[in-house]
């Protein structure tokens, strides 16, 4: 495992851990996201990101990417700077798993989601990594499925594999 994984995961663990600390930890989990992507001949990439709301403003996220024998981390910390009843708008602050194994890649970028009517939502991800200068992103609708579930379909791709925008479908769980 890459050395700027671990560093990724410690850092986010330690955290959550200390801002629930005088209550039950992990307990502002909202949800987990399982995605499969990819580009017509099967499945290139499986991602799972979970999400963590801290408070009103501030939420983290970890995404966990997997392809060929390759496991990459990325944290996010999205700061809530507009929102109304029916959507809303974050600025994010990213630190993500090296290519190379030597630095964290850094990003800046901008998150939202919305409601297109009653049943239908729609969400995207935008950021742009210093290191590299890459522009990375996702989006997508939100369409229900289960009570506490929803399947996604969307275009997205990741830090990592940053050529080409990949066909996502995705099951998100709600707590």
Same mark, same amino acid.
């Given at each position: 495992?890459?050395?700027?994984?671990?560093?990724?995961?410690?850092? =986010?663990?330690?955290?959550?851990? /200390?801002?629930?600390?005088?209550?039950?930890?992990?307990?502002?989990?909202?949800?987990?996201?399982?995605? @499969?992507? &990819?580009? &017509? $001949?099967?499945?290139?990439?499986?991602? #799972?990101?979970?999400?963590?709301?801290?408070?009103?403003?501030?939420?983290? +996220?970890?995404?966990? $990417?997997?392809?060929?024998?390759?496991?990459?981390?990325? /944290?996010?910390?999205?700061?809530?700077? %507009?929102?109304?009843?029916?959507?809303? #708008? +974050? =600025?994010?602050? $990213? #630190?993500?798993?090296?290519?190379?194994?030597?630095? #964290?890649?850094?990003?800046?970028?901008? $998150?939202?989601? &919305?409601?297109?009517?009653? @049943?239908?939502?729609?969400?995207?991800?935008?950021?742009?990594?210093?290191?590299?200068?890459? =522009? @990375? &992103?996702?989006?997508?609708?939100?369409?229900?499925?289960?009570?506490?579930?929803?399947?996604? =379909?969307?275009?997205? +791709?990741?830090? %990592? %594999?940053?050529?080409?925008?990949?066909?996502?479908?995705?099951?998100?769980?709600?707590?």
């Amino acid at each position: 495992m890459k050395y700027s994984n671990i560093i990724i995961i410690i850092l =986010l663990l330690s955290i959550l851990f /200390a801002y629930n600390a005088e209550s039950e930890a992990l307990s502002g989990m909202q949800n987990i996201h399982f995605i @499969v992507s &990819g580009g &017509g $001949a099967g499945a290139d990439n499986l991602l #799972l990101t979970s999400n963590y709301r801290l408070d009103f403003i501030n939420r983290i +996220n970890l995404l966990m $990417a997997y392809r060929d024998d390759q496991f990459n981390t990325e /944290a996010t910390w999205q700061i809530n700077f %507009w929102q109304n009843y029916n959507s809303e #708008l +974050n =600025l994010q602050l $990213a #630190l993500a798993s090296s290519k190379d194994n030597n630095l #964290l890649g850094k990003a800046f970028g901008l $998150a939202g989601k &919305g409601e297109l009517s009653d @049943v239908y939502n729609y969400f995207f991800d935008v950021k742009y990594f210093l290191d590299n200068q890459a =522009l @990375v &992103g996702r989006g997508g609708l939100v369409l229900p499925l289960i009570f506490q579930g929803k399947l996604t =379909l969307g275009m997205g +791709n990741t830090y %990592w %594999w940053h050529d080409r925008f990949l066909f996502n479908m995705g099951l998100k769980l709600k707590f």
